[in-house]
């Protein structure tokens, strides 16, 4: 697990459900050839509507053109990110554009699971609300030892709800290893 | 201390004696299910991670039905199909369900309860958000991702976090003019989208006491709406009858104690709740049908895992008996079961499926269909500038089909009312 996580922010809103991160029509692309992979990538984040794509101004597409890697590093969301259909391609599509770590309000169940048992990324709980206090396009540092985000832009820094129980699952890079260093399996 | 019906379940499957609410534990898992969206990565996975000694660890308690995207010619779609045929024969799988044949069953939460695999006091786990359906049985169910499901294919085991209860207590006798459906996004509107997130959603009261199974089905199934981890609802004679009568005998029973601690309770008495729908873009986003009718729709939708159970095409029949439609009104069984008691069911003397057909309805083939969108030649997929009214589960934005579309969720009673008018309409005005 890398311990400082920098890069540029993307600001979403409430209630992200898995269908604005991956439209259910993209999910006949396979997860294992790596060609295939880019469509998840080049596809995320497609259906959040315009005016709320990348707060707070909106209108900020998430991929440009016919990338498949974002230059967002670090998602931004609000209360209840993830929620709806238990697709894990959300946050494989998420990590295959390049986000490192989302930091929002709450998770839905489903989607915070499959973020730390397949490894994808890191799912922060803020202690507050920051959706609206950072901006997309803002350079933010995230400090895994610490637990803060950093606003390089604003120069304003964030306490982060620590990992508590699934911290170890975390550190491992997903449930496998977690159950391989663990001699589960 | 008392423990609810799902730390009992919980518990048992932990070979506790006892469980607490916030704690994790490791399962024993009774069933896992899988279906062609999900089935295909999960192996993959299972195959990358167990390599050479990757070995299903219960061929009886694995059970995959294709039914996403099957009636496309999306080729990719299809490819996903023939991953699990190949997956199935190459390991001489009991419980795969195949398209093209006799055995093939359609939506997956559906036939789970039809095939006998909900049985009470045990846990199925599923590569579907809704299979939290399968708590109207007694049982625990819930959803999870393809790297979990990965991880039970392997080993049987998943580790869960024990969940805080919410109890809804419906008091009162159904009127003729609700559905579980109503009540389900009653209460959405209450808890919001995340009001149960991490929580166990369980219901009770008279009115549920008084519904078959196909409609305690519909409550338990939208309990992932308010982000619930699982719905449920205790055993009783309902549930006994209709166990008996596919066939399924053994099971443990489970009930809440009287002194089990809740993180909240809610009770509504049904005979004061109205036709309820969900404005776009989110089922938690509550009006009763009075407060939008006469808004014009383009299409109406009856189908889907919530809303295409049998009891749902009989309300749907009951109101377009003699009726025309005036907008594409589509009837999509959730299962070939379905299907065929479409065809056996009658009202006065008249098929369910010859009412619909009258009506101007079009039915299509069993699968989860244009509940998700799907691919782009998917039957009743929503289009730019649609306004559909569904008795499917989510209108999030572009959910069914296109982005540029409006989507209601409606029990089937007000989406066959709406139907015949052309504009989102009270069921008892026909009633």
């Known amino acids: 697990m890398e311990n400082i996580i920098t890069g540029k922010a993307y600001v979403l809103g409430d209630n992200i459900d898995t269908d604005q991160i991956i439209p259910a029509e993209h999910l006949v692309y396979s997860t294992s050839d790596p060609e295939e992979l880019k469509k998840y990538g080049h596809f995320a984040l497609s259906s959040v509507p315009i005016e709320k794509a990348g707060l707070p101004q909106g209108k900020t597409p998430f991929i440009v053109g016919e990338n498949y890697q974002s230059e967002y590093k670090v998602v931004i969301g609000g209360s209840n990110f993830g ?99 663990n001699k589960m399996i | 201390m008392g423990m609810t019906i799902t730390e009992k379940i919980l518990a048992k499957a932990a070979k506790r004696a006892n469980v607490i609410p916030g704690e994790s534990v490791w399962l024993d898992v009774d069933v896992l299910m899988t279906h062609d969206v999900c089935g295909p990565p999960t192996i993959a996975i299972w195959k990358k991670e167990f390599g050479e000694q990757a070995k299903v660890w219960d061929k009886q308690k694995l059970v995959i039905f294709p039914d996403h995207y099957i009636f496309t010619k999306n080729v990719h779609a299809n490819r996903n199909v023939d991953i699990l045929r190949q997956f199935a024969a190459e390991y001489d799988l009991p419980n795969y369900y195949d398209v093209g044949t006799e055995r093939y069953k359609g939506v997956c939460h559906i036939a789970l309860a039809e095939e006998g695999y909900n049985v009470p006091g045990t846990v199925l786990f599923g590569t579907d958000s809704h299979t939290c359906t399968s708590g109207a049985f ?8 393809n790297t979990d499901a ?42 919001t989208t995340d009001g149960a997130t991490y929580r166990a959603m369980e219901f009770d009261g008279e009115a549920i006491s008084g519904m078959n199974m196909l409609e305690r089905m519909t409550l338990t199934n939208m309990a992932i709406e308010g982000g619930g981890m699982n719905g449920i609802i205790a055993v009783d004679d309902v549930t006994r009858n209709y166990l008996k009568e596919i066939g399924v005998t053994q099971y443990e029973e489970f009930t809440s104690d009287a002194d089990a601690v809740y993180h909240s309770k809610y009770t509504y008495d049904v005979t004061k709740l109205e036709p309820t729908v969900a404005k776009p873009h989110s089922p938690d986003n509550r009006a009763t049908v009075r407060e939008v009718e006469g808004t014009k729709i383009t299409k109406a939708y009856v189908g889907s895992c919530t809303g295409g159970k049998i009891t749902d095409f009989q309300y749907a029949a009951k109101l377009l008996l003699g009726q025309k439609v005036k907008v594409t009104t589509f009837i999509v069984p959730a299962s070939t079961q379905v299907a065929k008691q479409l065809e056996e069911e009658t009202i006065s003397g008249i098929s369910l499926k010859e009412i619909f057909v009258n009506a101007g309805c079009t039915i299509a083939e069993s699968s989860c269909a244009a509940c998700l969108g799907g691919p782009s030649d998917t039957i009743g997929r929503s289009s730019d500038g649609d306004v559909v009214v569904s008795t499917t589960n989510r209108n999030f934005p572009g959910r069914m089909g296109s982005k540029a579309s409006q989507v209601y969720l409606a029990s089937p009673l007000t989406v066959a009312a709406s139907a015949v008018t052309g504009e989102l309409t009270d069921p008892r005005k026909f009633l």
């Open chain 2, 150 to 191: 990965a991880f039970i294919l392997g080993t049987g085991k998943i580790w869960e976090k024990i969940p805080e209860s919410i109890k809804f207590t419906f008091n009162g006798k159904m009127p003729e003019y609700l559905t579980a459906k109503d009540l389900i996004l009653q209460i959405l509107g209450d808890i």
């Open chain 1, 83 to 181: 929620c709806g259909s238990s697709r894990e391609h959300a946050p494989l599509a998420l990590q295959v554009a390049g986000v490192k770590a989302i930091i929002a309000e709450s998770y839905a169940r489903i989607f915070y699971r499959n973020s730390v048992d397949g490894g994808f990324l890191i799912p922060f709980e803020g202690n507050e609300k920051l959706n609206d206090k950072i901006k997309t396009g803002d350079e933010v540092e995230v400090d895994l030892n610490a637990n803060t985000i950093k606003n390089l832009t604003s120069g304003n820094e964030y306490q982060l709800r620590p990992l508590g129980s699934v911290y170890d699952i975390v550190n491992s890079g997903g449930l496998f290893n977690y159950a391989r260093e």
């Open chain 2, 138 to 145: 007694g049982m625990f169910s819930t959803g999870v991702g």
